[in-house]
């Protein structure tokens, strides 16, 4: 186990889940919540993983993201360096290493251990072993 | 063969084409019992390790991931619901496609995250819901999955409304035009029926795509949903192992156990006859002729 001095987050040999991509997309499903996006992380183990960069998919999924959701997830996870603050309008873009940066932040970093909270009713949801627990008990449906 | 919800098609071809033999023990495990139970720790290690079961899933899932029809160039974002082990998943990355899994059983999902599959998998119930935003996913795939939500496994449990939960989040969380394939094993047409039909109250056209329709282990049935039309493929994709003709070969003629004469064919009286003939214009040695020539004789014999 080996830590980091300036995020504090713990890396260790384990491959596993839960990207900021997956977080970006995932909402809370509890009953009566209207706009259950975005969930909350909390982590406290984190680790890092080395992906293919493919630019043609990062810039096709750039429109599908939240960018602030994204970029505030990033920076909680230690990975929000030299990501723009706003999303460039600019429909073919293709700065590489831009690119490359959120191709990083967004696959290659994953959360092992961890809650996901919901805006609306505040329900966490823990993360094991990179693994959300998003099932709801019988008062919750 | 294939099923449109816009044909007028009788209901009897769709019997026969839905048909499966349920006489063998365990092809209902859904009978035995809810997925997250069936699917523990033994019985996850097991179907990750049988070469068989490797074998049917990844042809399964190529065959769902050809169905999707996504553009060739560029790599999608996928939903594989009821990921499991990951078998399926792998065939998405291995079409270059990032995907992520759902899946019920705690036990299937430390398997895929041991075998260090790609996507990312999440420990849910779809019968609770499809917990994305709008628009996220290219497409969708299920192997093997949708049968286990027909039942009741608890007894709050209302089949209709998991479905119609299932389906209505599911279509928002799909992005216009994508589509969700679903391989799946019909107990009854009835119950195809119930799918179809709470698919299509929540938005979703297409139909039922049916492999190898005439062979009882090759025939694969893919439920084919679209959400929304797209622009250029308003078709249903073709099926496989099918001849000229669309229609299910059975016979309405009576068996007999008799083995009747075929034309050209010699039957052994004859032959033997024949072969007597020949013999005598050889000068060989032949017995007599007599009403018991060529008769059956017992097996002994």
């Known amino acids: 186990v080996v830590s980091t001095q300036s995020t504090g987050n713990y890396f260790i040999q384990t491959n596993l889940r839960m990207k900021l991509l997956t977080h ?14 975005p969930l909350k992380i909390t982590s406290n183990q984190v680790d890092v993983k080395e992906i293919e960069f493919n630019p043609d998919f990062i810039s096709r999924m750039l429109s599908r993201l ?25 429909q073919d873009f293709d700065d590489e290493d831009v690119l490359k940066k959120i191709h990083h932040a967004l696959l290659e970093v994953e959360v092992i251990e961890g809650e996901l909270e919901c805006p609306e009713t505040g329900r966490k949801f823990p993360i094991s072993k990179g693994i959300p627990d998003l099932r ?6 | 063969a294939v099923v449109s919800t816009q044909s007028t098609g009788s209901f009897k071809l769709l019997q026969e084409l839905l048909h499966y033999p349920t006489n063998l023990r365990m092809s209902r495990p859904e009978h035995i019992g809810p997925p997250e139970l069936f699917y523990n720790d033994s019985e996850a290690t097991k179907y990750t390790n049988n070469t068989r079961i490797i074998d049917i899933q990844m042809s399964m899932s190529s065959r769902a991931i050809e169905l999707l029809n996504l553009p060739d160039d560029q790599p999608s974002f996928i939903l594989d619901v009821g990921c499991g082990s990951g078998l399926s998943g792998e065939s998405i990355t291995e079409a270059g496609h990032y995907w992520v899994g759902m899946d019920i059983s705690p036990s299937m999902l430390d398997v895929a995250v041991e075998r260090e599959v790609e996507g990312d998998v999440v420990l ?8 994305f935003r709008a628009g996220t996913f290219d497409g969708v795939i299920s192997i093997s999955v949708l049968q286990w939500l027909c039942n009741a496994d608890k007894a709050h449990h209302n089949p209709f ?15 216009s035009g994508g589509r969700a394939i679903f391989q799946v094993y019909p107990e009854s047409p009835k119950q195809m029926e119930l799918i179809t039909e709470q698919a299509t109250r929540c938005g979703f056209t297409g139909g039922v795509v049916v492999d190898y329709p005439n062979s009882t282990k090759a025939k694969k049935i893919f439920l084919c949903l679209f959400a929304g039309t797209p622009v250029n493929n308003i078709k249903m994709p073709q099926a496989l192992g099918n001849e000229d003709d669309n229609t299910v070969q059975y016979s309405s003629e009576r068996f007999t156990g008799k083995k009747r004469k075929r034309q050209g064919e010699v039957t052994r009286k004859e032959w033997i006859a024949n072969k007597k003939q020949k013999r005598r214009a050889q000068g060989k040695e032949v017995t007599a002729d007599s ?6 004789r017992k097996p002994k014999f």
């Open chain 2, 161 to 175: 409304k998991r479905l119609k939960c299932f389906f209505t989040m599911l279509f928002s969380s799909m992005r």
């Open chain 1, 24 to 37: 970006n997309m995932l909402k809370s499903h509890c009953k009566g919540v209207v706009n259950g996006f």
């Open chain 2, 124 to 131: 849910s119930d779809i019968g609770q819901g499809v917990p």
């Open chain 1, 66 to 90: 939240d960018w602030t959701v994204f970029v505030q997830s990033a920076n909680l996870l230690g990975v929000g360096e030299g990501l723009p603050d706003m999303l460039p309008e600019d």
């Open chain 2, 291 to 296: 009403k018991f020539s060529g008769r059956k």
């Open chain 1, 136 to 141: 709801l008990n019988e008062d919750e449906k």
